[in-house]
């Protein structure tokens, strides 16, 4: 079994239309499917059916994440393992999500919901897929972003959701962060050779502390913070700042539901055997200093209190 | 029909501001044209950062305000980036505001 991909993310939003402006004009999303009640985005130069689904909701927040998986068997092994485990899983038919075949999703201990499935439908870079030219167009405005990085959610338990998917599905946990008396407070994972596609760090279950999308080169991230402030987008005090942890140039702001979206440039990566990279630690003192923002060497309390 | 009313908050210290808002426009929008820039974060009613308390008075929200948070908080709660008044209100806000305006320095730079 194989976990290979962080595909999607979908979120609840509380005004669908100025919510779809948003990740169109703002972040730079191509359009790809819209219903009643949803809409899915692309980047230009990624191929499936969408990384980001909006529904019209009462509320903001996470409705639940895509992971795609390398084997069409893996979707069965998963939910077996995860209810083995205790968790409670349900089948997602093929189409129930636009582009998205059938799956199995799962309720992690953190209270959020993932669905493994293998099969995306392909539509496509927006350049094409024969001789494609090698610049992309602006979309809307805004230069073209190179796909959706990672999440950062919020629980009660860090640990106990990083040890589930450590060690049931073989997530590879790159850096953790703990308090003085060695519990985990916050943990970074991935399934590629990124330093994160789903980080989890205190806070009320089932929470959404941000959404990342990675941008070509940290220049973007400054012309991009130039952008945001001119269109009066809600901004982060701290940013345009660098994390000291994975290194990355980064701005965040959110969109029109509060949800919190970050561009950010310049994450190492880490190549070679997946899930046998080790592991990176830091101590309170560190992840509230220089490791969360390197330049300021201190965190906005408002930066890890306010999730939607 | 649009009304207008006095908005009154007051933090900790007992230190108060007022504004008159008008039932077309928010709280948080109407102060930060007086100049004050009151604790705020996604300023979209998603986020819960702007959370304070009514002690007098009526209110209604204006814009859409995430139920994750209104779930969360008990009565009298009132997240000022989406409320508009419905009389006149009192509020006790957690967290001081900044004055962004009528000083050289801002008070956030003034406390370094």
Redesign the interface.
């Known amino acids: 079994m194989a976990v290979t991909r962080l595909n999607y993310v979908s979120l609840y939003v509380t005004d669908l239309d100025l919510a779809k402006k948003h990740y169109e004009e703002v972040v730079g999303l191509r359009v790809t499917d819209v219903t009643k009640n949803q809409v899915y985005f692309q980047s230009s130069d990624s191929q499936n059916h969408h990384c980001v689904i909006i529904n019209a909701s009462d509320r903001a927040g996470i409705e639940h994440i895509g992971f795609k998986v390398s084997d069409p068997s893996d979707i069965k092994e998963i939910k077996l393992v995860s209810e083995n485990y205790g968790l409670e899983t349900s089948d997602v038919s093929a189409g129930e999500i636009l582009g998205i075949g059938e799956g199995v999703k799962i309720k992690l201990p953190s209270g959020h919901y993932l669905n493994f499935f293998y099969h995306a439908d392909v539509i496509g870079y927006a350049n094409g897929m024969f001789n494609p030219k090698s610049i992309a167009d602006e979309v809307m405005g805004v230069n073209p972003l190179s796909h959706l990085d990672h999440l950062l959610v919020t629980c009660e338990d860090p640990a106990k959701t990083i040890k589930f998917l450590q060690e049931v599905l073989d997530f590879n946990v790159t850096e953790t962060a703990s308090a003085p008396d060695g519990s985990i407070i916050a943990g970074f994972t991935t399934v590629g050779n990124t330093m994160h596609n789903i980080a989890f760090a205190g806070g009320p279950n089932g929470g959404l502390h941000h959404i990342a999308f990675y941008v070509y080169d940290r220049a973007d991230v400054i012309r991009r913070t130039d952008l945001l402030k001119s269109r009066n987008v809600p901004t982060m005090e701290f940013g345009l700042t660098r994390h000291g942890i994975a290194g990355v140039t980064t701005v965040y702001f959110f969109d029109p539901s509060g949800n919190r979206n970050e561009f950010q440039c310049g994450a190492y990566e880490t190549p070679g055997v997946p899930n046998r990279v080790e592991l990176v630690t830091w101590d309170v003192d560190s992840l509230m200093g220089k490791g969360g923002f390197y330049y300021e060497a201190a965190v906005e309390p408002k930066f890890f209190q306010t999730v939607s | 029909m649009t009304s207008t009313y006095q908005v009154t908050i007051r933090a900790e210290d007992g230190q108060e501001i007022s504004s008159q808002v008008s039932t077309s426009e928010t709280i948080m929008n109407a102060f930060d044209k007086q100049g004050y820039a009151l604790h705020?974060?996604?300023?979209?009613?998603?986020?819960?950062?702007c959370v304070a308390q009514i002690l007098t008075g009526q209110f209604q929200y204006l814009?859409?305000?995430?139920?994750?948070k209104l779930e969360?908080v008990s009565d009298g709660a009132v997240f000022l980036c989406r409320a508009t008044p419905q009389s006149n209100l009192m509020i006790q806000a957690p967290k001081k505001w900044i004055v962004k305006k009528g000083s050289m320095f801002s008070d956030a730079l003034r406390d370094i």
């Not at chain 2, 705020?40 to 950062?49: F, I």
């Open positions: 705020a974060s996604c300023k979209s009613g998603g986020c819960g950062a814009l859409p305000m995430s139920a994750n969360r």
